[in-house]
């Protein structure tokens, strides 16, 4: 009767089972699975907030330079150059920090997008409610950190020509009002977005914390 036995096919056999090597056990705890996602979003998150710092030192120090700038004179245009030389390579360091920050929120956004569907399938409805609200302010704060990222790009590149157009000679009053009228609006705009993901950052804290309570395990205070 060996012929009658029911075979699986053996790429199929090897799909299978790779998959549940990736996965792990399949029929893990939704509690378990989300609290762990949440925790290593934490970590995944730690180089963003060292990038946030850099950058923040960048900005000051291209502040004081361009400060310097515009108390000289044409006569002293050589020291302008030399100054707006060294703010371009504060902005160039800037882009760098801020392209470290996007790839630390976007390792964290791919863990907690691998594991939110865990929310769902949570038993308790209490339990469930505080986690699906939590998934929910995360969600919204990775779309607000999007804006946020696409906003201060914007601003930097327009520095960055500020800069670069500080070196001409001939550069007239009007042009320069004209891109210092871009850049105010753009860092208006920085602040905006700046404020709404703060904003979801403070509700997914609290909410990550309800969720936590309900579910029993130790609250953790914000890092």
Request: charged share 35%.
């Given at each position: ?6 075979r ?13 090597l ?52 044409m ?16 902005a160039?360091?800037?882009?760098q920090?801020?392209?470290s ?22 038993d ?13 302010y ?29 070196q ?14 871009k850049?105010?609006?753009s ?22 914390k ?5 579910a029993?395990y ?6």
């Amino acid at each position: 009767m060996e012929s009658f036995k029911k075979r699986v096919p053996a790429g199929l056999a090897v799909f299978c089972m790779a998959a549940f090597l990736l996965t792990g056990c399949l029929w893990e705890d939704p509690v378990k699975s989300l609290h762990g996602s949440l925790e290593k979003v934490v970590e995944l998150e730690k180089p963003f907030q060292k990038e946030q710092k850099s950058l923040k030192s960048l900005e000051q120090n291209e502040s004081k330079l361009y400060e310097k700038m515009i108390k000289l004179n044409m006569d002293d245009f050589d020291q302008v150059v030399a100054l707006s030389e060294k703010a371009l390579k504060s902005a160039k360091e800037r882009e760098q920090h801020l392209r470290s920050e996007k790839e630390s929120i976007d390792k964290a956004k791919k863990e907690f997008e691998a594991n939110k569907a865990s929310a769902e399938k949570i038993d308790d409805r209490n339990v469930k409610k505080k986690a699906e609200s939590a998934v929910s302010y995360m969600e919204r704060r990775y779309q607000a950190y999007d804006a946020l990222y696409k906003a201060y790009k914007n601003a930097l590149g327009l520095d960055q020509e500020l800069y670069k157009l500080l070196q001409n000679k001939e550069l007239g009053l009007n042009e320069l009002e004209s891109q210092l009228g871009k850049i105010n609006k753009s860092y208006a705009e920085v602040m905006k977005q700046s404020e709404h993901f703060n904003a979801y950052t403070k509700d997914y804290n609290k909410a990550r914390k309800d969720f936590y309570k309900a579910a029993g395990y130790h609250v953790k205070e914000s890092r």
